[in-house]
């Protein structure tokens, strides 16, 4: 009560806002006359000059009225157009990183181009959001002329632009717009570059989201995830078993007998479930592969699949850890001895098996890359955001994403008229009532906007319109461009359109005076969203610049929303009004009833989207992490040297731990023969013993880091320096990539289970936190051991002029490997579905259904 006489006496924290807002109007208004009575010529001059001052370090908001003046003034010039007074104020709205909430038809596509303007300035690139490539592609060229008066360049993300020329040419423009799937595909593709040239993104400076709670609510419930098959030559598994079945099996050192070696072609490590296959075992292999060196940079995946084999033949045993039924293995769980339906052991084992069994190979998915829309927008030093119906969730723009929704007012007054709800008692009732007053209003030639919660309902009243007689479109969100024609036409005199409730945003309905004179656009509601904010863009669809217009909403006991909120009272009010068959109430409480029941829904999916946000935000600093270093990997004038050393040095320490050396050990018990043993096993880098006799711990650590070190200075000293550098980091992104991959797999599984935690009184997100961080630094030191390992197995052979160009060769193959994985399968957060009986992308030959888009739970080294 005390807050509503305030708010009557002071105005809204809102109103406050927009009259501070007001004051600096004028400003930008007293400056139209200067530019209006400038030539194109010299507009542009006045435009450039003040970019200059921009660029020399002079802030946005010391040229805001001057620009905003110019860009008015570019507007009249080129579009036609001139930007209202509350145009102007939305745009410093944007400018100032914050919501504009603008009514349906109040031109925020014309709005935007002032703060995009604005910040293109620096240099630094502005990207405008919008909804599908439809509006992205139209926005540009439309708003393209007023940019391209002004100097500035633009251009459009599109999806099917496979060409990352095209791409980055984009990017490069001054404005860039696009969708929000594509400039987040975009950002995670770019993190899988193996040349820093190859990206196509240049930063994140400043983003105009259109639409803004469509795309940072509505859409960030699903995250970005793009995944592929983990290796696209099965024949190389096949290859693989032969191979390990003609190798021999052997015992390992004797530690008691000095300078005693493995036997055999592998040695069988069964408590730590490894293999090690020996020198030997190496050279057999090469000559079964028929190549000069197995550990060669060409013949990398050799290596791993006869690892993978040897491990199928001799540490998985069917009936007991898997079972064979038809043409598919079956894991069995090793806790309940239960099989394990539709999972598959990770890194190719499955297919080793498959290939050990007999059976078809099947090519294995798994996620590459994922990020949520929260995490990526909120990459950009400045984001804004526009649409007509934010307010509803502006706590969740405030706690997610730090942004301020302010109301600005219509250019005209609105008057429309909301009609209340009408309540029926059963869903056949609504519907019958509904069609009498499309018929109602369709034989006076009053256009008709019909809106559906699905498009099951959609269908529904199409059947019954075809009945009836009445000539109708249907809006189906499938066809962006021919959705944009539709919901446009849906003004004209005696239309009767039927759409869900979101389709055809961004497109305008406009009347002509006939349509006005008939009371304008209706706007018919056959039930509540769970939302009232898509309700709200529903009514926005009529009453666009102070047009006349109507909405009512037509709801039923049946409708899900009443019938979980509230049914039961409303039947029991009827029920005593003595209201028959096909009639109706109509009363504001019950249209209050309807709206609270919205609220609770609204405030369970906002904790429901912050839920899954916290727990993204631990796997996004470690992402962040891993995107850094891997950007300091692709730096042309980043040193490894520094790395390989501390890396080095982290793996011999890891080395003694694993043969129970420590530093409060005595030195008169290291088990030096177990630690030679294991170097050589693990490296295949031989020490004599007597090399080590007597040393403490330190000296140990440091005489090994010493030998290590020099021996490969000594194998790299036939490279250039350049040619060092390269091959290093190729190998280091290797090793960075794979280990990534799998941290995902283990990230998702812990997510999955980590719910149960719950049932024996701890935190489940603060359990997940713990086990994330020690999942990241079994990261972090297999980063370091792999890439150690990695680089010792090289070898190198001189090779005259092939060898000048081995590492960019090593590095073009990957990054085509990677980028068919890409083409193979993108999941696009349900925008691009293939048809479940359409050939899978990844070239199998069989049906999507049978390959990739295979249901089932997801996969992982831990299945």
Known sequence: MISTIFQKIFGTQNDREVKKYYKRLKGVNELEAKYENMSDDELKAAFNALKDEVRAGKSEDEVLNDVFAIVREAGKRTLGMRHFDVQIIGGMVLHEGRIAEMKTGEGKTLVATLPVVLNAMSGKGVHVVTVND???????????????????????????????????????????????????????????????????????????????????????????????????????????????????????????????????????????????????????????????????????????????????????????????????????????????????????????????????????????????????????????????????????????????????????????????????????????????????????????????????????????????????????????????????????????????????????IRIDDEVRALGGLYIIGTERHESRRIDNQLRGRAGRQGDPGMSRFYLSLEDNLLRIFGADRIKAIMDRLGIDEGESIESKLVTRAVENAQKK????????????????????????????????????????????????????????????????????????????????????????????????????????????????????????AEQKREIEKVLYLQVLDGAWREHLYQMDILKTGIGLRGYNQKDPLTEYKKESYNLFVELVTRLKTESVKMLSLLRLKPRDEALQDEAAAMRSRMQDEQNEMLRAEEQLSGNKKIPRNAPCPCGSGKKYKECHGKSGPKKGVFA
């Open 601 to 720: 829904v609204e405030n369970l999916h906002f904790e429901a989207r912050k839920h899954l946000l916290e727990y993204d935000d631990v796997a996004n600093e470690q992402r962040k992490t891993i995107y850094k270093y891997r950007d300091e990997l692709l730096d042309k004038e980043y040193d490894m040297s520094e790395k390989i050393a501390e890396n080095r040095l982290a793996y011999v320490t890891n080395l003694l731990e694993s043969v129970e050396i420590f530093e409060i050990t005595m030195k008169e018990d290291f088990d030096l023969k177990a630690l030679v043993s294991h170097l050589e096993s693990d490296s295949s880098e031989s020490i004599d013993e007597s090399e080590l006799a007597g040393l403490d711990y330190n000296e140990l650590v440091a005489k090994i880091c010493e030998i290590l070190e020099q021996r490969y200075t000594e194998k790299m000293s036939i490279l250039s």
């Open 134 to 508: 439809y509006l992205a592609k139209r926005d540009a060229t439309q708003m393209g002329v007023l940019y391209n008066f002004l100097g500035l360049s633009v251009d459009v993300a599109l999806s099917g632009q496979n060409s990352d020329s095209i791409r980055k040419a984009a990017y490069d423009a001054d404005i860039t717009y696009g969708t929000n799937s594509e400039f987040g595909f975009d950002y995670l593709r770019d993190n899988m570059k193996f040349d820093e040239n190859d990206k196509v993104q240049r930063g994140h400076n400043f983003v105009i989201v259109d639409e803004v709670d469509s795309i940072l609510i509505d859409e960030a419930r699903t995250p970005l995830i793009i995944s592929g098959p983990t290796n696209r030559t099965l024949d190389g598994y096949i290859k693989a078993n032969d191979v390990a079945k003609k190798l021999v099996r052997g015992e390992p050192a004797d530690l008691s007998v000095p300078g005693s070696k493995p036997t055999g072609d592998f040695v069988v490590d069964e408590k730590n479930r490894n293999i090690i296959i020996t020198e030997e075992g190496i050279s057999n292999a090469e000559k079964l592969f028929g190549v000069e060196n197995l550990y060669d940079l060409n013949n990398a995946i050799l290596s791993h699949h006869l690892d993978q084999a040897l491990k199928a033949h001799n540490l998985f045993e069917k009936d007991v850890h898997y079972v064979l039924r038809g043409n598919e293995i079956v894991i069995v769980d090793e806790f309940t001895g239960r099989l394990s339906e539709g999972r598959r052991f990770s890194e190719g084992l499955h297919q080793a098996l498959e290939a050990k069994e007999g059976v078809q190979i099947q090519e294995e998915s798994q996620t590459l890359a994922d990020t949520t829309y929260q995490n990526y927008f909120r990459m950009y030093k400045k984001m804004a955001g526009m649409t007509g119906t934010a307010q509803t969730e502006a706590t969740e723009f405030s706690q997610i994403y730090k942004l301020e929704v302010i109301s600005i007012p219509t250019n005209v007054p609105v008057k429309r008229i909301d009609a209340n709800d009408l309540i029926y008692k059963t869903t056949a009732e609504k519907f019958k009532a509904v069609i009498d007053e499309i018929k109602k209003a369709n034989s006076k030639g009053q256009p008709v906007l019909v809106g559906t919660a699905s498009i099951e309902r959609s269908e529904m009243l199409h059947e019954m319109l075809v009945k009836a007689g009445i000539a109708h479109s249907v809006l189906n969100a499938k066809n962006h461009e021919k959705e944009a024609e539709i919901i446009a036409e849906a003004g004209k005199k005696g239309a009767v359109t039927i759409a869900t409730n979101m389709a055809g945003r961004g497109v305008d």
